[in-house]
């Protein structure tokens, strides 16, 4: 089978990107398909000439990249290109940006070909973390008291940081509303940090989104075609789960399948299942929440491309259940082939 793998983009998330990239490519090649990888926002190959992938460390495929309509330009043009037109499935390894946010899906969608992960709809509001948030409302799936702002220039961040002492209490969570990989959030702990924690994120994104911080400990449910995986508990070695502690070796601990009573795995796979159907998710999901100890359970966001080296959180879920690294790859490009999008 011939598959069309795209990584790289021009987001924040690139190099995790490239890494999920990477590790696909490799499985994609031992389960015998034949495996083209691009960066389609250079429109670069990332396989070099050893029929290796090409890391960021040795690949130059972003560095002429450029941002906004340039890139959208950029992806279409390799999207269309002749000479994938005979592709049979693509498998979407773009974290953040527009491999997530639903543009990357649309051009997919008006060449007519079957690709991994959600559709265009569900990418779009999966990504936009407030917007999320009212559908969980609307399903009764508990999320953390937000609030939505957008900041372009000083009398923005006046007018935010008005609202935000006048509705939250301290300790609160400030990030980008339509980032990820914890680029950009900041946890602050009194008004002093409020404005730097906002211009912060705004580096990321105007739209920024200020939530309740819940103390607690951070679970995740991965979602493959409607069906959940075991939770998995994250515990960071110090502070928060943040871009450090996801993606540098030894700064986490992982325990699959968390330690909790059966009635409570069942509530928080369930209501898992419920965020995933809420924005219309599809193939592999995965879905985080904080879990207090009172046994109460927050849920945080839906996450429709999640990493994909095989020590990513939804792997491991897999690897639990008894899928391992190839065969969750190989589920994911059979459930796009049999999706009539």
Same mark, same amino acid.
């Given at each position: 089978m011939k598959v069309l793998l795209l990584a790289g983009g021009d987001s924040q998330e690139r190099d995790v990107s490239i890494s999920s990239g990477e590790a696909v490519f490799n499985a994609l090649s031992r389960l015998g398909h034949r495996v083209f990888a691009v960066d389609p926002v250079s429109g670069k190959s990332l396989?070099?000439?050893?029929?290796?992938?090409?890391?960021?460390?040795?690949?130059?495929?972003?560095?002429?990249?450029?941002?906004?309509?340039?890139?959208?330009?950029?992806? $279409?043009?390799? %999207?269309?290109?002749?000479?994938?037109?005979?592709?049979?499935? =693509?498998? +979407?390894?773009?974290?953040? &940006?527009?491999?997530?946010?639903?543009?990357?899906?649309?051009?997919?969608?008006?060449?007519?070909?079957?690709?991994?992960?959600?559709?265009?709809?569900?990418?779009?509001?999966?990504?936009?973390?407030a917007l999320a948030k009212r559908l969980f409302l609307a399903d009764n799936i508990t999320t953390p008291d937000w609030y939505k702002c957008r900041v372009r220039d000083d009398a923005d961040i006046d007018r935010a940081m008005k609202q935000i002492l006048d509705r939250f209490q301290f300790p609160i969570i400030v990030k980008p509303n339509n980032g990820g990989s914890t680029i950009g959030l900041t946890k602050v702990d009194s008004a002093d940090g409020v404005g730097e924690a906002l211009n912060k994120a705004a580096e990321? $994104?105007?739209? %920024?989104?200020?939530?309740?911080?819940?103390?607690?400990?951070? =679970?995740? +449910?991965?979602?493959?075609? &409607?069906?959940?995986?075991p939770v998995v508990e994250i515990i960071p070695k110090e502070g928060l789960y943040n871009y450090e502690a996801k993606y540098t070796a030894g700064k986490s601990k992982y325990v699959v399948p968390a330690e909790l009573s059966d009635e409570l795995r069942e509530a928080v796979?369930?209501?898992?299942?419920?965020?995933?159907?809420?924005?219309?998710?599809?193939?592999?999901?995965?879905?985080d929440f904080i879990l207090t100890e009172h046994g109460e359970f927050y849920c945080l966001e839906v996450n429709t491309i999640p990493g994909m080296t095989e020590l990513s959180l939804s792997p491991m879920a897999a690897k639990a259940a008894g899928i391992d690294f190839d065969q969750l790859v190989q589920r994911m490009i059979d459930l796009a082939l049999m999706d009539k999008r």
């Open positions: 396989v070099g000439s050893d029929n290796k992938f090409i890391t960021t460390d040795a690949s130059d495929s972003g560095k002429t990249a450029t941002l906004g309509k340039t890139s959208v330009r950029s992806v $279409s043009s390799t %999207i269309f290109s002749p000479g994938f037109q005979d592709i049979d499935v =693509i498998f +979407v390894a773009m974290h953040g &940006g527009l491999g997530e946010n639903g543009t990357l899906q649309s051009l997919l969608n008006l060449v007519e070909k079957n690709y991994t992960g959600s559709c265009m709809l569900a990418s779009a509001v999966a990504m936009d973390k990321q $994104s105007p739209d %920024i989104l200020v939530e309740d911080y819940i103390a607690g400990r951070e =679970i995740t +449910v991965s979602v493959l075609d &409607g069906e959940t995986l796979q369930q209501a898992a299942l419920r965020a995933y159907d809420a924005v219309d998710a599809s193939g592999l999901a995965r879905v």
